[in-house]
């Protein structure tokens, strides 16, 4: 059998840069070990699947090379582009994934790829766990938590990019990741963050588009803004444009083409 698979970088304006994710459209649902199989095969920070149930609106799940992922933003944008090039006339495009419902997509004038996604926002930890603070080289000044990860914030973005971690450690964590963060010091962002997930998919994640669905709120509430332009300070880097609505965060970005082809199974 042969499939359809498409690589593009998200997050960035540039082939290399961002976060590359696979994606791969079918008629019907491979099975869930053949799509772990290729997920693991990719060896990408996600590989996306897409059914279609009609011409604008598609079911979506995401895998990672180790599991399935809930909920992916990077994986979510490469395949709304890869979507929107293949139908040139597509203003919008909605997904559908079991564990975050609809997800309205939308081509900006701009060319951005604009996301609507719940607010994910952390609550703060009082008690922060063992296996976070001996995780992680710089003590954090707050924590916070919700359902996907351990929000860690530093001082500075000097401290956020020095960090070291466990990963060992870090994993007994699971099912959480840990994402450490902190205001930028370039006046063209408003915060920078890293995102470490060795319990989930691997070591340090390039660019990580649902973790900033909680990132966003806390920033919006800690600076007063509901805008905000966020960096996430990997070796590869990227760039995403946030916008807080109440129960809803607005994240977009772009994303360039790196590989189209076939894979046979």
């Not at 593009?8 to 994710?21: C, E, I, L």
């Not at 351990?150 to 699971?174: C, G």
């Amino acid at each position: 059998m042969e499939i359809e698979i498409t690589v593009v970088d998200a997050f960035t304006d540039s082939v290399f840069g961002g976060n590359p994710a696979a994606v791969i459209i079918t008629d019907e649902w491979l099975s869930d070990d053949l799509m772990q199989s290729i997920a693991a095969e990719n060896n990408l920070s996600e590989t996306a699947f897409l059914v279609s149930e009609d011409a604008s609106t598609y079911q979506i799940r995401w895998f990672s090379p180790l599991t399935e992922i809930t909920f992916c933003g990077h994986a979510t944008l490469a395949s709304a582009f890869v979507l929107f090039k293949k139908q040139t006339k597509l203003a919008s495009i909605k997904f559908s994934a079991k564990a975050v419902g609809e997800l309205l997509v939308e081509k900006t004038e701009a060319g951005l790829v604009q996301m609507n996604f719940p607010n994910t926002k952390p609550e703060k930890v009082e008690i922060i766990p063992d296996d976070l603070s001996s995780g992680l080289s710089i003590p954090p000044v707050d924590v916070y938590c919700n359902s996907q990860a351990y929000f860690v914030v530093y001082e500075s973005e000097t401290e956020v990019l020095s960090v070291q971690r466990n990963n060992e450690t870090l994993k007994k964590l699971r099912p959480r990741d840990v994402v450490v963060t902190s205001t930028a010091e370039a006046k063209n962002y408003d915060f920078i963050s890293r995102y470490f997930w060795p319990a989930n998919g691997g070591d340090e994640d390039p660019v990580t588009g649902s973790i900033h669905t909680g990132l966003a709120p806390l920033w919006a509430e800690r600076l007063g803004k509901n805008d905000l332009v966020a960096y996430q300070a990997s070796k590869r880097g990227g760039v995403l444009n946030c916008s807080v609505s109440g129960e809803r965060v607005i994240i977009s970005g772009n994303a360039v083409q790196y590989l189209s082809g076939t894979i046979t199974v």
